[in-house]
């Protein structure tokens, strides 16, 4: 089964979304899809989530280049 936004990506990223709610609707499928290429760089480079917050596992961050790279099934 491939990755899509609703069922894989969306509901991780939303524990995050209060604290990011000024920059970035992560939850939101077309403003994840217009910034992924910066997303994935600062998930991957541990530069996102903000402090205080865990760590992505490796999982999401392997299902988010999936997502990329298998065109942005939503």
């Not at 899509?4 to 969306?10: C, E, N």
């Not at 990011?20 to 939101?28: A, C, K, V, Y």
């Not at 997303?39 to 997502?67: C, D, G, H, R, V």
Request: proline share 9%; charged share 20%; net charge negative.
């Amino acid at each position: 089964m491939s990755v899509s936004f609703a069922r894989d990506i969306a509901p991780k990223f939303s524990d995050f979304q209060a604290n990011m709610n000024w920059r970035l609707d992560l939850t939101d499928y077309e403003s994840v899809k217009i910034n992924a290429a910066t997303i994935y760089n600062l998930i991957e480079t541990k530069q996102m989530p903000p402090p205080n917050y865990p760590a992505l596992s490796p999982e999401l961050i392997s299902n988010f280049k999936e997502w990329m790279d298998s065109g942005y099934p939503q």
